[in-house]
């Protein structure tokens, strides 16, 4: 099973900051199922990227994903305060899915 | 609109048996799997399993198999996942969410549409 690493726990940070979150797998992982959810609480989680890159219907432009292989990153370019949340990764791999624990992002 | 919506909360003993469910409509139910995902108190998201109601395929995952039962009736549109013996520790949200993509990657979207949550609570 591939295990995936969040970094750090929690972030805080002030609105208008960047936010920049990790994610890290214990073996490479595709690309194509490397997935970013956002869940505010008391909310189901809500598709953010996918494809490691590749923004979700209706998610604005400051969201934006990269990397290959085993890292993998998330950032948000300027926060906005409906952007202090929990993020969570997810990969899919030998007919597995398995999410990461999350980094909650909160108001500094 | 897309949706999917799931079955209300749930109040249950150690040992009773639980089906919960969850509703698609405003999109091809037989083209997109439903999968399980678990939230207990406090906790992150876990994958537990999932079915295409196309053909009723399922995944599980090892955490979950032979603990929880997922199926799906196409005539009416609807995923449902149950226990036959419920334990305190499955007290949780439990939700589900549609997705494709995973026989044929180029497909793959996230899971892009998720129901509202059922709560489950079991105690004695």
């Known amino acids: 099973e591939i295990v995936l690493t969040q970094s750090p726990g929690t972030l805080s940070l002030s609105p208008g900051e960047r936010a920049t979150l990790s994610c890290r797998a214990s073996q490479s992982v595709s690309s194509t199922y490397l997935t970013w959810y956002q869940q505010k609480p008391g909310q189901a989680p809500r598709l953010l990227i996918y494809g490691a890159s590749s923004r979700a219907a209706g998610i604005p432009d400051r969201f934006s994903g990269s990397g290959s292989g085993t890292d993998f990153t998330l950032t948000i370019s300027r926060l906005e305060p409906e952007d202090f949340a929990v993020y969570y990764c997810q990969q899919y791999g030998g007919s597995q899915f398995t999410f990461g624990p999350g980094t909650k992002v909160d108001i500094k | 609109e897309v949706q999917l919506v799931q079955s209300g909360a749930e109040v249950k003993k150690p040992g009773e048996s639980l089906k919960i469910s969850c509703k698609g409509s405003g999109y091809s139910f037989t083209s997109y799997w439903i999968a399980w995902v678990r939230q207990m108190p406090g906790k992150g998201l876990e994958w537990m399993g999932m079915?295409?109601?196309?053909?009723?395929?399922?995944r599980y995952s090892p955490s979950f198999q032979g603990q929880v039962t997922v199926s799906a009736d196409k005539s009416i549109t609807t995923a449902s996942l149950q226990w036959s013996s419920l334990k305190a520790s499955d007290t949780a949200m439990y939700y589900c969410a549609r997705l494709r993509g995973v026989v044929s990657p180029s497909y793959y979207d996230g899971m892009d549409v998720w129901g509202q949550g059922t709560t489950v609570t079991v105690s004695s």
């Open positions: 079915i295409y109601p196309g053909d009723s395929a399922t």
